[in-house]
């Protein structure tokens, strides 16, 4: 089955320090790759997305994510954490394929705490 | 550029009531999406519609339904509620839901339901 982990609950880092949130996926074919954020009693925004080529890439706020095709993963980075990029963090992957139905498989999400 | 709207913000409502939530897309998207969000199951896909047609579908009962209409906008129903279908729904609108793609899935604040 296609899915997506998020193995931690929780990270901590304190302001100014790198941070990094990790997500693994299990697809067949390519993987179409999201990050997405979620403040507080909003909806998710959009990060970054890899589709092919560069396995760095380069998203919203200063996050960047690399894709790890022998590992099967997809981390999300940021070189110096801000108090608010505090929130929860979803990785996701497009399970559709070929049929191009817009469904996307997302991760049981990543609350990054920032403390100052 | 409006973003996704839904409406209500938030609803209560009682066991075996119905529901119906509504969802605008930006302006231009023909692929809406319904995902349904709680703390113990996470972000879970309800079903997507693309040019009034449902083109994809989650597991979920039937009491779960949508429709799009020629305007692109869509609403969901949920019939008979269960105290377990209190979540956040969210609507995503993307162009065309092809996400092998540069698109991607931009996401209203939902709608909170709770129900007693």
């Known amino acids: 089955a296609q899915s997506v982990a998020q193995p931690e609950d929780q990270v901590n880092v304190a302001e100014g320090n790198p941070l990094t949130v990790k997500c693994t996926y299990s697809?067949?074919?390519?993987?179409?790759l999201f990050w997405y954020v979620q403040y507080p009693n909003r909806g998710l925004q959009f990060l970054l997305k890899?589709?092919?080529?560069?396995?760095l890439v380069k998203g919203s706020y200063g996050f960047e994510a690399e894709f790890n095709k022998s590992q099967t993963s997809f981390h999300l980075k940021k070189p110096s954490a801000l108090v608010s990029d505090s929130a929860l963090y979803f990785c996701?992957?497009?399970?559709?394929?070929?049929?191009?139905?817009?469904?996307?498989?997302f991760g049981q999400g990543t609350t990054l705490q920032v403390k100052p | 550029k409006a973003g996704v709207t839904q409406t209500p913000r938030y609803l209560i409502k009682t066991r075996g009531q119905q529901v119906t939530l509504s969802c605008s897309p930006i302006s231009g998207h023909r692929s809406v999406s319904w995902y349904q969000q709680t703390p113990g199951q996470g972000l879970q896909f309800l079903f997507e519609?693309?040019?009034?047609?449902?083109?994809n579908k989650g597991n979920f009962p039937g009491r779960f339904s949508g429709r799009q209409f020629s305007n692109s906008r869509s609403e969901m129903n949920v019939s008979t509620l269960e105290l377990g279908d209190s979540a956040l729904y969210l609507c995503?609108?993307?162009?065309?839901?092809?996400?092998?793609?540069?698109?991607?899935?931009?996401f209203g604040s939902g709608t909170q339901l709770s129900v007693l």
């Open positions: 996701a992957v497009d399970v559709s394929g070929s049929s191009n139905t817009g469904k996307l498989i």
């Open positions: 995503a609108s993307s162009l065309r839901g092809r996400f092998t793609t540069n698109e991607k899935l931009f």
């Open positions: 519609y693309f040019s009034e047609t449902q083109r």
């Open positions: 697809v067949s074919g390519n993987p179409y």
């Open positions: 890899y589709i092919t080529g560069d396995n």
